[in-house]
């Protein structure tokens, strides 16, 4: 269940109502499709850096695939989304083509920035995604100005801002509360807590590690949410966006989740123990929760799952093969997309 953070003892927030944490068979077959999609898209990710085919960093979402699929869920196409560099599984998530983001992260002229931005640095106007970011935290004020927009238009949309543990110590983060705070902007702010910041454990970087408290002093309510359980995170999600489709300013949301990787494809990671990847990922994968759920329900039965990985793995397959297939951009490219005239 999850955890709330209010603004102060003596003013409290309003209680959000009780949501439902049940699934139908058809959501949670959706839910498992999509983090299928992640996984596999980042596993083929990961081969190809190997391989050489994908050039300067790459930083893997494996494991934390309930966080975006879960939020997601309960948004509208209209809403906007911002994140860092650990991008990838956004994209898919918010409808982007596999085939480009794979031509992106190959430097080729069919990915989403015409190969230029590479892994950290897409986005697409069309999915209202405003792109990943390389820089720490930069991404915090630029989703605060996105929900600044949206309440100056006069709109009802949202903007989800995805930020990292390691991220949460950085000054542009308070400054991006405040204003939000003060002027009631439209924005979540999604903590995606994976327990390392590089290769710098929450406890050693962090006096107090209770992340979703980190408003209070601004005034802005917060919730600890299980980040593995896709069913969790859409739930906490659905109050969320409720909050702030209702005029009642910014919410934090802290997910607990975890990565099964390094911080990038070139990090060892031996500041943690195998075992302790191995008991995370044996206890608490989001996607092999979904599937008992699937499995003990009746909702679906493995030959049915094997045909959606097959199918997965396919698309998947023909993005990694549409992207070497791509040219590179021209030398002229160099050139272009520099400069707005405005």
Excluded at 116 to 138: C, D, L, Q, R, W
Excluded at 224 to 239: F, I, L, T
Excluded at 264 to 271: C, G, I, R, T, V
């Amino acid at each position: 269940m999850a955890i709330k953070a209010t603004k102060s003892k003596s003013k409290r927030a309003p209680r959000a109502a009780k949501t439902n944490l049940q699934a139908s068979g058809e959501e949670l077959l959706h839910y498992y499709r999509e983090m299928l999609m992640i996984r596999r898209f980042e596993e083929k990710a990961g081969q190809l850096y190997g391989m050489g085919l994908i050039g300067g960093f790459c930083h893997l979402y494996i494991g934390q695939e309930a966080v975006v699929v879960g939020m997601q869920s309960a948004v509208t196409s209209d809403d906007a989304v911002i994140t860092s560099y650990r991008d990838h599984g956004h994209m898919l998530a918010c409808g982007m083509d596999p085939r480009g983001v794979m031509a992106e992260l190959t430097g080729r002229s069919g990915g989403y920035s015409n190969g230029k931005g590479g892994s950290m640095h897409m986005f697409s106007k069309e999915k209202n995604f405003f792109g990943g970011h390389g820089i720490v935290a930069a991404q915090v004020p630029l989703g605060t100005g996105v929900a600044f927009a949206q309440k100056y238009n006069k709109t009802k949309n949202v903007s989800l801002t995805y930020l990292g543990d390691g991220a949460i110590n950085q000054g542009q983060v308070y400054e991006s509360l405040i204003m939000a705070a003060l002027w009631s902007l439209p924005v979540i702010y999604v903590i995606e807590n994976n327990k390392y910041a590089m290769g710098t454990s929450l406890e050693r970087a962090s006096a107090g590690t209770e992340l979703y408290k980190r408003g209070i002093a601004y005034g802005v309510p917060g919730e600890q949410v299980d980040g593995m359980d896709v069913v969790a995170v859409r739930a906490a999600a659905e109050m969320a966006v409720a909050h702030c489709r209702d005029g009642k300013g910014p919410y934090i949301l802290e997910m607990m989740t975890y990565r099964y990787r390094g911080h990038s494809m070139s990090d060892p990671a031996k500041y943690r123990a195998r075992e302790e990847v191995q008991k995370v990922r044996g206890e608490q994968d989001p996607i092999d929760h979904v599937r008992k759920l699937l499995l003990e329900g009746d909702h679906t039965d493995e030959a049915a799952l094997k045909l959606m990985d097959r199918e997965v793995k396919d698309i998947v397959s023909d993005a990694a093969e549409f992207a070497q297939n791509s040219p590179e951009p021209d030398i002229s490219e160099l050139w272009t997309d520099v400069l707005v005239d405005a």
